[in-house]
């Protein structure tokens, strides 16, 4: 039982342009690279994760994922998140037996045990396990089984459509609420607070 992770990546340099006032671009280029890496080491490092993909239209960071063993699906056109996404789970879903999960690269406390957790979760498709973003707004994690289930709909309030579709689609949900998943970094409060998390690591 095989799990296909796709990971949507925006051009490194262009990422996280909300940062923009507290850090330079070249910071946020080594900021996006830094947790682009971390991300694909721990899908790597996760036996349950048979294969990633990355999509994107930076071959910079194209050529990162094939550094760590990934495969690549080049976005191209006009970029459009949940269009990318959809092409590269035509491919995944035939071989992803036990799910196709999505996952940004931008979750910098995220572990192998992380995912485990998640995975915990899967259900007998078909089934829906999703992970908020820390506001509840956004969608930080999101497994179908099987592929395709349901349709992408990324965006501001994308948790509670991706909840909705998956009612509609009559699919048993799966709700997991993890603090290092549900912590993605978009706006100087996140950078703020994962300084701060860190600090209290110490």
Same mark, same amino acid.
């Given at each position: 039982?095989?799990?296909?992770?796709?990971?949507?990546?925006?051009?490194?340099?262009?990422?996280?342009?909300? @940062?923009?006032?507290?850090?330079?671009? *070249? *910071?946020?280029?080594?900021?996006?690279?830094?947790?682009?890496?971390?991300?694909?080491?721990? @899908?790597?490092?996760?036996?349950?994760?048979?294969?990633?993909?990355?999509?994107?239209?930076?071959?910079?960071? @194209?050529?990162?994922?094939?550094?760590?063993?990934?495969?690549?699906?080049?976005?191209?056109?006009?970029?459009?998140?949940?269009?990318?996404?959809?092409?590269?789970?035509?491919?995944?879903?035939?071989?992803?037996?036990?799910?196709?999960?999505?996952?940004?690269?931008?979750?910098?406390?995220?572990?192998?045990?992380?995912?485990?957790?998640?995975? !915990?979760?899967?259900?007998?498709?078909?089934?829906?396990? #999703?992970?908020?973003?820390?506001?509840?707004?956004?969608?930080?994690?999101?497994?179908?089984?099987?592929?395709?289930?349901?349709?992408?709909?990324?965006?501001?309030?994308?948790?509670?459509?991706?909840?909705?579709?998956? #009612?509609?689609?009559?699919?048993?949900? *799966?709700?997991?609420?993890?603090?290092?998943? *549900?912590? !993605?970094? !978009?706006?100087?409060?996140?950078?703020?607070?994962?300084?701060?998390?860190?600090?209290?690591? #110490?």
């Amino acid at each position: 039982m095989t799990i296909w992770a796709i990971v949507p990546v925006k051009p490194l340099r262009l990422g996280k342009s909300r @940062l923009s006032g507290v850090l330079s671009d *070249e *910071e946020r280029a080594v900021l996006n690279r830094m947790f682009l890496e971390k991300t694909l080491d721990v @899908l790597r490092n996760t036996p349950a994760v048979a294969q990633t993909l990355v999509v994107s239209r930076d071959s910079a960071a @194209l050529a990162i994922a094939r550094a760590f063993g990934a495969r690549t699906v080049l976005e191209d056109g006009t970029p459009n998140l949940n269009s990318a996404l959809t092409r590269a789970t035509m491919l995944a879903r035939n071989y992803a037996t036990r799910g196709v999960l999505v996952l940004p690269a931008d979750l910098p406390k995220l572990t192998k045990d992380d995912l485990l957790e998640f995975f !915990d979760h899967i259900q007998k498709a078909p089934c829906v396990v #999703i992970t908020p973003d820390r506001h509840q707004n956004g969608t930080n994690a999101l497994l179908m089984a099987p592929g395709g289930l349901i349709k992408y709909d990324f965006g501001p309030g994308s948790f509670l459509r991706h909840c909705n579709h998956a #009612i509609a689609a009559s699919a048993h949900l *799966e709700i997991v609420h993890n603090q290092h998943i *549900e912590l !993605d970094l !978009d706006t100087p409060a996140d950078l703020a607070l994962l300084n701060q998390a860190d600090i209290s690591n #110490i």
